[in-house]
């Protein structure tokens, strides 16, 4: 049993970092509203938990393990300050005869209005299994968190008495949602500081990786005898140079358009530094409907890349195919494909220079744990660039087609050929990315 201690005139149980999160302190409840867990359950379902019911009494406890979150939100030095701030305060209203500066800290409503229903719902979930761990991480529960807000916010709850507040560029919008509270705001800091979050990052493939890579898909392509050999081969090319040359996350590859790809290749191999523009389309986040981004790379980088000629491959290959629109990236019938698809070859690329090439993938290291088609290329190029002193404004303006564009409203609505147009004076800047890699 811990004993309390005066700690600045305060009676405080202190205790080592192993007990956080596992006992209140005196004065959390001037920080963040608190209830007992009794009134919590009223609040809830309406009715008094039944006595020896296994699920209640689960509730009852994990109810218990949201409101410790929610104290822990706040470190003990600001619950102390506040704790003894608060007693001076109300010591001198005393003095002069006023009655407390504060009101009462309850009753609270007979209603869930702090969300602790779906705080409940969100420790349970956190004692799932997961992927990396024993248990899922902090970013997997908290969308439920989003869940709930938007499923409130189409709900008959928001409904009525919606107050807009709009300004020259923006709105806001007035919210009765307990999610978007202060109590909640304070669980999920508190809950964020128990549990922490265990970051998995793909590990940055360097730009000597992909230049053995380029030179063993050297091999196979002039070993490969028929078109859907070609194909595969040709594909990888595409996937490891471009995505490299351009810092696209794996997904962001199967955006590439063949009929965008295939305009203005006679204007860009004319330009006094031949490049290919790598046509994206689909749905971008911050821009309505579907449209182009385009993105321009150097046919072949300072280090010996070959963008150009691993995308005239591929272009190739499909126009033999008879495969002239569409995705790049296809399925045999022209369907869309999942990036899945090409794990194995991404895998067998990597595993191929580890085992002739073990000064630059080491031995010990797990190729398909460690490695990831998603972002394992964009990782290795940002680092890249900056090592070699390609600016950071060079940087951004490269991905400057993943970020809302900083015109208000969004982008504007372009045709292909004029979208281009606006691209082609921006080339000195935009070939400066890939150019030196």
């Not at 009715?47 to 009494?57: E, K, T, W």
């Not at 761990?133 to 902090?138: A, F, G, H, P």
């Not at 199967?254 to 389309?281: F, M, Q, S």
């Not at 900056?386 to 991905?399: F, K, L, T, Y």
């Amino acid at each position: 049993m811990r004993q309390p201690k005066d700690v600045d005139g305060v009676l405080q149980v202190v205790s080592g970092d192993e007990d956080r999160f596992q006992y209140g302190r005196n004065g959390d409840h001037l920080l963040v509203s608190f209830q007992c867990g009794l009134c919590h359950f009223r609040n809830m379902e309406g009715r008094n938990p039944v006595s020896g019911n296994a699920l209640d009494n689960r509730v009852l406890m994990l109810i218990r393990r949201a409101t410790l979150d929610s104290f822990w939100s706040r470190e003990p030095a600001t619950v102390r300050g506040t704790l003894r701030q608060g007693g001076k305060m109300e010591d001198i209203a005393s003095q002069l005869g006023l009655s407390p500066v504060m009101g009462a800290m309850g009753p609270f409503p007979l209603a869930d209005t702090t969300g602790m229903k779906l705080a409940v719902v969100m420790l349970e979930r956190s004692l799932d299994p997961g992927k990396n761990e024993k248990l899922v991480q902090y970013s997997t529960v908290r969308t439920l968190r989003s869940a709930y807000s938007n499923i409130f916010h189409a709900s008959s709850l928001h409904a009525s008495g919606v107050s807009v507040f709009s300004g020259a560029s923006k709105k806001m919008v007035t919210t009765t949602c307990p999610s978007n509270g202060f109590w909640f705001d304070r669980f999920m800091v508190g809950y964020y500081k128990r549990v922490g979050q265990l970051l998995v990052q793909d590990l940055a493939i360097s730009i000597e990786v992909v230049l053995a890579v380029q030179s063993y898909l050297e091999g196979q392509w002039v070993l490969a005898r028929t078109d859907k050999e070609k194909r595969s081969v040709s594909e990888m090319g595409v996937l490891f140079v471009i995505c490299f040359c351009l810092g696209l996350r794996g997904e962001e590859v199967l955006l590439i358009d063949i009929a965008g790809c295939r305009k203005n290749v006679t204007e860009t191999r004319a330009h006094t530094r031949p490049y290919v523009l790598v046509a994206l389309w689909g749905r971008f986040k911050q821009t309505p409907g579907e449209c182009y981004h385009l993105m321009p790379v150097v046919e072949k980088t300072a280090s010996g890349l070959r963008a150009g000629e691993w995308l005239a491959r591929l272009l190739g290959v499909l126009d033999r195919l008879g495969v002239q629109n569409g995705k790049l990236f296809q399925g045999l019938h022209g369907e869309a494909v999942k990036l899945s698809k090409y794990a194995e070859g991404f895998y067998t690329c990597l595993e191929h220079v580890q085992a002739t090439r073990p000064d630059l993938i080491e031995s010990d290291i797990d190729v398909r744990e460690d490695y990831g088609l998603s972002r394992s290329s964009r990782r290795g190029v940002t680092t890249h660039a900056r090592n070699i002193g390609i600016p950071e404004g060079v940087i951004q303006a490269n991905n400057r087609w993943r970020k809302e564009e900083s015109a208000r409203g969004g982008r504007p609505w372009l045709t292909m050929q004029d979208y281009y147009t606006d691209v082609k004076q921006s080339l000195p800047l935009l070939l400066k990315f890939s150019a030196p890699l």
